[in-house]
């Protein structure tokens, strides 16, 4: 790093404006849009279809395979015992989720994917092909990580068919591989750029 943009660090002086700062004089802020209000429009979109709906919540972080595994186990328990939710039903979430990249083992390919990707990973392996359950996770702005998808998207039969390729879903997840994992199966979601971003979109079907 450059010794002047160093010292300047040192010093404090390139840290953001706070609140109160004079950067600020003359300047307001209009929010037209946050991440409650796409859960918000799903849901709508979703009663519109026949199919109670429910939002967790527009803040929810941690591990993106932990957070899928949450996730599965509440359909699990929505289509199995009909509880905590009336099925036809979906349960929305948002939030900044976190991927912990694994060490690459020698000789295996190097992982690719991002937060929404690895929650289906997770919640697929959690899931074990429980019936009636879909799921679909992607990033609002249209690009999961840095690759070309935005996500991925959950069937009863996601492990059988990997299966049949000869994917193993907790060879993926260790490698943090879920655009390798949902690629060959055609289940990634691609929506391009959309040039706006409200963090992360889960929603899942329990039918």
């Known amino acids: 790093m450059p010794d002047a943009v160093l010292s300047l660090l040192k010093r404090g002086q390139l840290e953001t404006p706070k609140p109160g700062d004079s950067a600020f004089n003359g300047h307001a802020l209009h929010l037209i849009a946050a991440p409650q209000q796409s859960l918000e429009a799903a849901a709508e979109a979703a009663r519109a279809a026949g199919l109670n709906a429910y939002i967790l919540s527009d803040e929810m972080e941690g591990e993106s395979r932990e957070v899928g595994k949450v996730h599965a186990a509440l359909a699990r328990a929505v289509a199995q015992k009909g509880q905590p939710f009336q099925r036809p039903c979906v349960f929305l979430s948002g939030g900044e989720t976190t991927v912990t990249i694994r060490p690459q083992v020698p000789g295996t390919p190097r992982g690719r994917g991002g937060r929404a990707g690895e929650f289906c990973l997770g919640l697929a392996l959690a899931l ?71 963090n992360d979109f889960r929603v899942v079907l329990v039918l």
């Open 128 to 198: 074990q092909g429980q019936p009636s359950v879909f799921a679909l996770a992607a990033d609002t702005d249209g690009i999961d990580g840095i690759e070309d998808n935005a996500g991925a998207w959950v069937a009863p039969d996601t492990l059988a068919r990997a299966g049949a390729l000869g994917m193993k879903i907790d060879q993926y997840l260790d490698r943090n591989d879920a655009y390798g994992y949902f690629h060959p199966l055609g289940d990634l979601v691609i929506t391009g750029p959309t040039f706006t971003n409200v």
